[in-house]
């Protein structure tokens, strides 16, 4: 049980690049998490997925897009990475909902957009 | 939407006393209070959790208090030792998918 992956691990981009970053995990769980962690901002939602097929914006959505692909795998998306993008990347999962379940979280990625 | 705060932002104590810290929330309709510890360089890990009908919960050397009317929850660490140092992250949550996390705590357990 792999439990949440996440790649890739570190990526630099320069301004204006895209990228994807992807997630999954192997628990059948019904909802998934993009958080971001700064420096003394704590983790903040960016996006969320509490079932296969939908997707809803978390408190720091501008700037990034997302796609749940399946129940395994939900990937984050910069279109246009700027320097206010770097950051740690955090994926989670849960069984969600009413349950008010543990979430696991991935190992991160590092971004730094330069 | 809701507004977690933390105090203190840093916390030190002598091995085997005892750490608290503490969140308030601003949205009472919250009613999940997870704690996340994450040790350095690692992903954060729950360590605790309290729902809204229960005002406090032990695990061993760790508690967690809830005060509904007061709207804050505090974690409460016990006979500390050094692999207790980490940043603890309090969250609140009333749908159980979009979390608000406090800044983070970051203990140090002084040998």
């Known amino acids: 049980n792999a439990g949440v992956t996440q790649t890739p691990k570190f990526q630099v981009l320069k301004t204006g690049q895209s990228m994807t970053l992807q997630c999954a995990q192997d628990?059948?769980?019904?909802?998934m998490y993009w958080y971001r962690q700064d420096p003394g901002m704590g983790l903040r939602l960016i996006y969320y997925s509490a079932s296969e097929g939908t997707t809803d914006k978390g408190e720091v959505p501008n700037g990034y897009n997302v796609s749940r692909l399946n129940k395994r795998e939900f990937s984050l998306r910069l279109e246009s990475a700027a320097p206010s993008q770097t950051s740690v990347y955090f994926c989670a999962s849960s069984k969600g909902g009413l349950a008010y379940t543990e979430q696991f979280f991935g190992p991160g990625t590092r971004l730094t957009v330069l | 939407g809701e507004n977690v705060e933390q105090h203190p932002s840093t916390l030190s104590v002598q091995e085997g006393d005892s750490a608290v810290i503490k969140c308030t929330y601003s949205?009472?309709?919250?009613?999940?209070f997870p704690w996340y510890k994450q040790e350095l360089g690692k992903r954060p890990q729950l360590i605790i959790d309290?729902?809204?009908?229960?005002g406090e919960k032990k695990d061993q050397r760790i508690a967690v208090t809830l005060n509904k009317t007061a709207k804050h929850f505090s974690l409460h660490i016990t006979e500390t030792q050094p692999e207790d140092s980490a940043v603890y992250f309090c969250a609140a949550s009333k749908t159980g998918n979009q979390f608000y996390f406090g800044t983070g705590t970051s203990l140090t357990v002084i040998p």
């Open positions: 309290i729902r809204s009908n229960v």
């Open positions: 628990m059948n769980h019904n909802s």
């Open positions: 949205d009472s309709a919250s009613n999940y």
